[in-house]
């Protein structure tokens, strides 16, 4: 069994109280004050603590809402940087080895200086809903699996002693962090934290990474007690995702406002562990850091699929396309609606695309009708189905063609029978067997 790398480290901080055994799945607050991380995973569960490295052969069940066999007939990513500014990414767990290709550490505490060290779990997670390589023995892999990870850690815990610390999630640190994923040349920006506070610095440096086109991709937030937009999600430039749940509805566990502006599956999450191996988070309710994780996915898979447009751009071609009720207007709960990285891909924008406003001509689609009609979500199983029904067809109009043909010939063939007393009734027997044989 493979070491892994971290081990030491992690059992150092452990008994100083800011390891979670359990990684957290809740979005991480950045705001002062304690915050109680919610364990994603039954207590009983195994192969989720470090040292413990287990597989599962079972697929990510988030995998087909999110089109993902059709969208990898496109692209599986390659070419494009996705960084991860949260608590740092496991390099030991063999999902994310071949993934990473650098980091930073903003954290300073002498454990991560790559951003590679990992002691709360939760970037872990969220890395591998990205981009995790696929491994023997593991049905395990990410949305974007050949796209690039880098690692960003800005917070070592999210406990109070980690707070003490002066390593606990902070404001300043966070757009330090988004700064500096800029500055790395990532395309794209997973922030699964956020916080209610609109700060100046997380907006500056939101404005920031889009100048030098990325894409920052942001939590939502989990419901809690403080209604209202979270940011940097809210930002101006920034994609707010909310989670739905395993069955693809909207859920009272995610925080709505006016900065979601998507939503993607956030239950029954399969993805890589800390120390670990495979784990199942989020089996209760969905939280908005693996939905964050999944559309930054998504967003890599529309990054890659047109590298010469704009992070507005690709933000819109992810909306324009995601499934919702009402194809003319987003909601609260799940903005645009749950993203479908395939249809995001091929979509050629033009004046008939119902939904956002077009960020190319600022042009905003006119209302076609109300439709209260419940979500499709395009089966990803049969990539090719759509060429084998045009087949069909084309089969069926030949046929009829055939029978028409046939038809007219016999009409054509029976007229000189009827006219001529010398043909008789037998060569109208002929003529109508020779139809019906040809």
């Not at 610390?165 to 757009?175: C, E, I, N, Q, Y």
Request: hydrophobic fraction near 45%.
């Amino acid at each position: 069994m493979r070491r892994v790398p971290v081990a030491a480290a992690l059992a150092t901080v452990a008994t100083a109280g800011l390891l979670a055994v359990v990684p957290a799945g809740a979005a991480v607050a950045v705001t002062p004050g304690p915050v109680t991380a919610r364990p994603v995973v039954a207590a009983a569960a195994t192969g989720c603590e470090p040292g413990n490295v287990q597989w599962t052969t079972a697929t990510p069940p988030a995998l087909d809402m999110l089109q993902a066999r059709l969208a990898w007939t496109v692209t599986r990513g390659a070419g494009v940087l996705v960084a991860v500014v949260d608590s740092g990414v496991d390099a030991g767990n063999e999902h994310l080895t071949d993934a990473l290709t650098g980091g930073v550490d903003l954290v300073g505490d002498g454990l991560g200086a790559n951003g590679y060290a990992d002691l709360h779990g939760h970037g872990t997670a969220v890395a591998g809903t990205i981009a995790a390589r696929e491994r023997a023995g593991s049905g395990v892999v990410g949305l974007a699996p050949e796209a690039r990870l880098f690692s960003v850690r800005v917070f070592a815990s999210d406990d109070q002693k980690a707070r003490e610390a002066g390593v606990g999630p902070d404001a300043g640190r966070l757009a330090a962090g988004i700064r500096a994923a800029a500055d790395a040349g990532a395309q794209v920006v997973a922030v699964a934290m956020s916080s209610p506070d609109d700060t100046p610095a997380l907006a500056d440096a939101v404005a920031y990474a889009a100048g030098r086109g990325s894409l920052v991709v942001a939590s939502g937030g989990n419901a809690s007690g403080d209604a209202g937009a979270r940011y940097p999600a809210a930002a101006p430039g920034a994609l707010g995702v909310s989670a739905v749940d395993a069955a693809g509805d909207p859920s009272l566990a995610s925080m709505p406002g006016p900065h979601v502006r998507v939503a993607a599956p956030g239950q029954q999450v399969l993805t890589s562990a800390v120390g670990a191996g495979d784990c199942l988070y989020a089996q209760q309710e969905p939280r908005a850091s693996f939905a964050t994780g999944y559309a930054a996915g998504a967003a890599a898979l529309v990054a890659a699929a047109h590298p010469d447009e704009t992070p507005a751009q690709w933000a819109h071609r992810l909306e324009a396309t995601a499934v919702r009720p009402d194809p003319d207007h987003r909601d609260d709960a799940i903005g645009w609606g749950v993203v479908q990285p395939y249809e995001a891909i091929v979509l050629v924008p033009d004046a008939s695309i119902r939904g956002p406003v077009d960020p190319v001509t600022g042009a905003s689609p006119a209302a076609v009708r109300p439709v209260a009609a419940a979500p499709q979500v395009r089966p990803s199983e049969d990539p090719w189905g759509a060429v084998r029904g045009m087949g069909t067809v084309v089969t069926v109009l030949a046929l009829s063609a055939v029978g028409v043909l046939g038809a007219i010939a016999v009409l054509r063939t029976r007229r000189p029978a009827a006219a001529s007393p010398a043909g008789g009734r037998n060569g109208a027997a002929r003529d109508t067997g020779g139809g019906a044989a040809g």
